[in-house]
Protein backbone atom coordinates (compact mmCIF):
# COMPACT_ATOMS: atom_id res chain seq x y z
CA UNK A 1 0.00 0.00 0.00
CA UNK A 2 2.67 2.63 0.25
CA UNK A 3 4.08 2.42 -3.11
CA UNK A 4 0.57 3.06 -4.03
CA UNK A 5 0.22 7.01 -4.63
CA UNK A 6 -3.69 7.90 -4.09
CA UNK A 7 -3.53 10.80 -6.28
CA UNK A 8 -0.97 12.46 -8.80
CA UNK A 9 -2.13 16.25 -9.92
CA UNK A 10 -0.43 17.97 -12.92
CA UNK A 11 0.84 20.89 -12.58
CA UNK A 12 -1.12 23.68 -14.47
CA UNK A 13 -2.38 27.01 -14.36
CA UNK A 14 -5.05 28.57 -12.57
CA UNK A 15 -7.11 31.92 -13.22
CA UNK A 16 -6.98 34.37 -11.03
CA UNK A 17 -10.94 34.67 -11.77
CA UNK A 18 -11.16 31.13 -10.60
CA UNK A 19 -9.47 31.77 -7.21
CA UNK A 20 -12.16 33.43 -5.10
CA UNK A 21 -10.91 31.68 -1.90
CA UNK A 22 -8.77 34.93 -1.49
CA UNK A 23 -11.92 36.76 -1.70
CA UNK A 24 -14.18 35.36 0.03
CA UNK A 25 -12.09 34.08 2.85
CA UNK A 26 -12.76 36.52 5.58
CA UNK A 27 -16.77 35.88 5.01
CA UNK A 28 -16.38 32.41 4.93
CA UNK A 29 -17.42 30.50 8.58
CA UNK A 30 -14.68 28.78 10.49
CA UNK A 31 -14.67 25.31 10.09
CA UNK A 32 -14.12 23.80 13.30
CA UNK A 33 -12.74 20.19 12.91
CA UNK A 34 -12.87 19.19 16.36
CA UNK A 35 -16.52 18.62 15.27
CA UNK A 36 -16.32 15.95 12.56
CA UNK A 37 -15.48 11.71 12.88
CA UNK A 38 -12.13 10.79 11.80
CA UNK A 39 -14.04 9.32 8.27
CA UNK A 40 -14.38 12.90 7.06
CA UNK A 41 -10.86 14.00 8.70
CA UNK A 42 -8.72 10.98 6.52
CA UNK A 43 -11.44 11.97 3.54
CA UNK A 44 -9.84 15.61 3.65
CA UNK A 45 -6.19 14.78 4.58
CA UNK A 46 -6.54 12.25 1.24
CA UNK A 47 -8.42 14.26 -1.07
CA UNK A 48 -6.97 17.89 -0.55
CA UNK A 49 -3.45 16.68 -1.44
CA UNK A 50 -1.27 20.08 -1.64
CA UNK A 51 -3.98 22.21 0.26
CA UNK A 52 -4.24 23.87 3.88
CA UNK A 53 -6.97 21.50 4.73
CA UNK A 54 -5.06 18.63 4.45
CA UNK A 55 -2.55 19.94 7.35
CA UNK A 56 -5.07 20.90 9.22
CA UNK A 57 -7.04 17.55 8.97
CA UNK A 58 -3.83 16.20 10.05
CA UNK A 59 -3.18 18.17 12.63
CA UNK A 60 -6.91 17.28 14.05
CA UNK A 61 -5.97 13.45 13.55
CA UNK A 62 -2.45 14.00 15.34
CA UNK A 63 -4.89 15.44 18.14
CA UNK A 64 -6.77 12.44 18.20
CA UNK A 65 -3.35 10.51 18.76
CA UNK A 66 -3.07 9.31 15.12
CA UNK A 67 0.10 9.24 14.02
CA UNK A 68 1.75 9.10 10.55
CA UNK A 69 3.88 6.41 9.43
CA UNK A 70 6.90 7.96 7.29
CA UNK A 71 7.88 4.81 5.78
CA UNK A 72 4.50 2.90 6.22
CA UNK A 73 2.73 5.69 4.77
CA UNK A 74 -0.15 5.14 7.06
CA UNK A 75 -1.83 6.69 10.29
CA UNK A 76 -1.47 4.33 12.79
CA UNK A 77 -2.93 4.83 16.57
CA UNK A 78 -2.72 2.55 19.13
CA UNK A 79 -5.94 0.31 20.06
CA UNK A 80 -7.85 1.64 22.60
CA UNK A 81 -7.35 -0.17 25.96
CA UNK A 82 -4.48 -1.94 25.15
CA UNK A 83 -1.16 -1.17 26.43
CA UNK A 84 2.16 -1.81 24.72
CA UNK A 85 3.59 -5.32 25.28
CA UNK A 86 6.97 -3.82 25.19
CA UNK A 87 8.14 -0.18 25.68
CA UNK A 88 10.74 1.92 25.35
CA UNK A 89 12.62 5.04 25.07
CA UNK A 90 13.08 4.19 20.84
CA UNK A 91 10.17 1.99 20.45
CA UNK A 92 7.00 0.06 21.30
CA UNK A 93 5.11 -3.45 20.44
CA UNK A 94 1.93 -4.05 20.27
CA UNK A 95 -1.60 -3.71 19.30
CA UNK A 96 -2.50 -0.71 16.57
CA UNK A 97 -5.00 0.40 14.22
CA UNK A 98 -3.72 1.39 11.04
CA UNK A 99 -6.27 3.29 8.69
CA UNK A 100 -6.32 1.38 5.50
CA UNK A 101 -6.91 4.22 2.59
CA UNK A 102 -7.64 1.47 0.11
CA UNK A 103 -10.17 0.08 1.51
CA UNK A 104 -11.18 2.92 3.62
CA UNK A 105 -11.12 0.96 7.15
CA UNK A 106 -9.25 0.46 10.20
CA UNK A 107 -7.31 -2.82 10.43
CA UNK A 108 -5.86 -3.70 13.75
CA UNK A 109 -2.63 -5.73 13.96
CA UNK A 110 0.57 -6.39 16.08
CA UNK A 111 3.17 -4.31 15.10
CA UNK A 112 6.96 -2.74 16.17
CA UNK A 113 6.70 1.23 16.51
CA UNK A 114 10.15 2.99 16.26
CA UNK A 115 9.36 6.38 17.25
CA UNK A 116 11.91 7.88 14.86
CA UNK A 117 9.55 6.93 12.18
CA UNK A 118 6.30 8.34 13.15
CA UNK A 119 5.83 12.40 11.50
CA UNK A 120 5.93 15.17 14.07
CA UNK A 121 3.09 17.06 14.76
CA UNK A 122 2.00 19.31 12.09
CA UNK A 123 2.21 22.81 11.93
CA UNK A 124 -0.37 25.12 11.28
CA UNK A 125 0.80 28.26 8.64
CA UNK A 126 -0.10 31.87 10.95
CA UNK A 127 -2.53 32.75 8.85
CA UNK A 128 -5.15 29.80 10.40
CA UNK A 129 -4.04 31.07 13.83
CA UNK A 130 -6.19 34.09 13.88
CA UNK A 131 -8.77 31.97 14.89
CA UNK A 132 -7.08 29.31 17.12
CA UNK A 133 -11.00 27.48 18.33
CA UNK A 134 -11.91 26.89 14.51
CA UNK A 135 -9.22 24.07 13.87
CA UNK A 136 -8.63 23.20 17.62
Known amino acids: MADIPLHTFPDFHVPSEY ?4 HIRHKLAPIKLNRYGEDLLFFMFYTATQD ?3 LAAAAELYNRDWRYHKEER ?6 PG ?6 T ?6 TYYFFDAQGWRKVAKEFHLDYD ?3 DRPHLPATLHHNPA ?3
Not at 74 to 79: G, L, M
Open 19 to 22: LTNI
Open 52 to 54: VLQ
Open 74 to 79: VWITRA
Open 82 to 87: MEPHVK
Open 89 to 94: NTYERG
Open 117 to 119: KLE
Open 134 to 136: ALA
